[in-house]
């Protein structure tokens, strides 16, 4: 009835609101991803949570200087067409949505569920973890958003920023004169993590508070800090739960918005 969906919006509202207020995406990508062992047709991760083709090189180029944006129509806006597997509870099924249609409301994104004759298509599955490609790779491309640790507004921002082409704060252009790595405290063989990429930073600054900024400890193997804010060591970063202002820029610039 009306009535239980009105409840079941307001349970997901009001689950998702205790999880923010506990855990940044950084850490609930972490924590997600943290034992994941693949199935044999899942793809390699870099930066925790980015698929990579077979193909591809550990640390590929920007996408988006190949061409690698989604597509847009004639009114302006760009339709990327979406399945989300069946395999999901109704209440998951809504915090997924409402993450998709999120960007409606601040970018000319517009997602829109599949159809017969569409060609490329974001395939949304409970698989192992949380993780995207970076940009349209065209047929089927999965996001994964396991209903074990997955189901957060921010982290559904955080993955379909990834499929529409961005990668991780930490590793843009210019992140040395923003964050100090300290490499020596990073796990053993995670160190492309944090190999920095030719970003197109979109003319906007460095976000410490981008939901695309993984925090102080990520991939560390000692408890001590991989990351460290410069000049001043005790900004706050990697605390996003949901997209920042210069997220939302950076995708309108990148899509001609």
Known sequence: SFANVLLCKEEVAAIEVDASQELSVSKLLERANRDRTPDVDEPSLIGGDIALKPEAERNADPCTSRGCLWLK????????????????????????????????????????????????????????????????????????LSRQGCLYHGTVQHELLHALGFNHEQTRSDRDNHIRVHWDNIIDDMEYNFYKIDTLNQGTPYDYNSVMQYERYAFSKNNLPTMEPIPNSNVSFGQATQMSQNDITRLNRLYQC
Do not use: M
Request: charged share 20%; net charge positive; proline share 3%.
């Open 73 to 144: 129509y004639t009114d302006g806006k760009v339709y990327i067409p979406y399945y989300i597997a069946n395999h999901y509870s109704y209440r998951e099924r809504e915090i997924i949505v409402r993450g998709l249609e999120s960007f409606s409301a601040v970018s000319c994104i517009r997602f829109r569920p599949y159809q017969n004759g569409d060609h490329e298509w974001l395939s949304i599955e409970s698989r192992n973890g949380c993780y995207s490609y970076v940009g349209r790779q065209g047929g089927a491309q999965t996001v994964s």
